[in-house]
C-alpha cells in the first residue's frame, strides 16, 4: 500500500506570493491533518479534515486554508506568505479521526525570502 | 486542551533500557495517549497508543497511572537507530468536539555506542 504522499517536496516563494501544498493520503483513509514543523515552535497542529469537512483548526492566523476532496486529498493554502511562515509542512492521514495512528508523509519544505 | 511536558534531551548508550516520560496534568477523560518518533528529515513515525495501565508492542511499552496525568514510554535495549526526536502526543476521542492534537516539545534520544 503507498504511503502519504506531499507536491512538492522543496518549494521557495517571496514574501507576499501566495503557495498550495498537495497531501495524498493511503488510500482508505479519510482523515488527514495538517502540520508545520520549525525549529522554534515544533510540531504545531494546523487543521484536520474528515469526509471533507474541517474538523478542527489550530491556533494559526487565517493566511492558513485548506480544504479536502471528495477523493480524500487534501490541499493547504498560505496567503501573502511571510518570512516566518518557512517550515516543513506535514501531511498525515488516519482511518478514522486523528487521534488514532496517523501516517505521515514527507513533508513539503517551504522557504520564504 | 491538555499540554504535555517531556524532557528537552537524554542520553543513553547501546543496550540499555531508555524510559521517557511525559507530563499531561490536564488530561481529559476521552483523550488517548500516542507517541511517535521522528528522525530528521523525516515525518513522526507512530509508535505506540494507550488509554491507562500498560500496553506493549514489539518495539516499546507505555504505562500510565492511575491518575493519567502522566505516561513513560519504555524503549528496551536500544541501538544507535533509536536516535531520534520522540513525541508524546494527547488526543480526545470527543467527536463533538473536533481532535485537537497537541504535540509536546518532543524529546531528543541520543544513543551513544
Known amino acids: 500500500k503507498a504511503g502519504v504522499t506531499q507536491t512538492p517536496r522543496y518549494l521557495i516563494k517571496t514574501r507576499g506570493q501566495q503557495v498550495t501544498l498537495s497531501c495524498s493520503p493511503i488510500?482508505?483513509?479519510?482523515?488527514v491533518s495538517w502540520y508545520q514543523q520549525t525549529p522554534g515552535q515544533g510540531l504545531q497542529f494546523l487543521f484536520e479534515?474528515?469526509?471533507?469537512?474541517?474538523?478542527n483548526k489550530g491556533n494559526f492566523p487565517g493566511r492558513f486554508s485548506g480544504r479536502q476532496f471528495s477523493n480524500s486529498r487534501s490541499e493547504m493554502n498560505v496567503s501573502t506568505l511571510e518570512l516566518g511562515d518557512s517550515a516543513l509542512y506535514l501531511c498525515a492521514s488516519s482511518f478514522g479521526y486523528s487521534y488514532n495512528e496517523q501516517f505521515f508523509g514527507p513533508g513539503t519544505r517551504l522557504t520564504v525570502l | 486542551l491538555a499540554k504535555t511536558t517531556q524532557p528537552i534531551s537524554m542520553d543513553s548508550y547501546e543496550g540499555q533500557e531508555v524510559n521517557i516520560t511525559c507530563s499531561h496534568n490536564?488530561?481529559?477523560?476521552?483523550?488517548?495517549i500516542t507517541w511517535y518518533q521522528q528522525f530528521p528529515s523525516q515525518g513522526p513515525r507512530f509508535i505506540i497508543q494507550?488509554?491507562?495501565t500498560k500496553v506493549t508492542n514489539e518495539v516499546a511499552s507505555l504505562f500510565i497511572p492511575a491518575d493519567r496525568k502522566s505516561s513513560t514510554l519504555s524503549l528496551p535495549r536500544v541501538s544507535l537507530s533509536d536516535t531520534a526526536v520522540y513525541y508524546c502526543?494527547?488526543?480526545?476521542?470527543?467527536?463533538?468536539?473536533?481532535?485537537?492534537?497537541?504535540f509536546g516539545g518532543g524529546t531528543r534520544l541520543m544513543v551513544k555506542p
Open positions: 479534515y474528515f469526509s471533507e469537512t474541517q474538523r
Open positions: 490536564n488530561i481529559a477523560t476521552n483523550d488517548y
Open positions: 502526543l494527547v488526543g480526545s476521542t470527543n467527536n463533538n468536539a473536533g481532535n485537537m492534537l497537541t
Open positions: 488510500s482508505g483513509h479519510r482523515s
Open positions: 494507550g488509554y491507562k
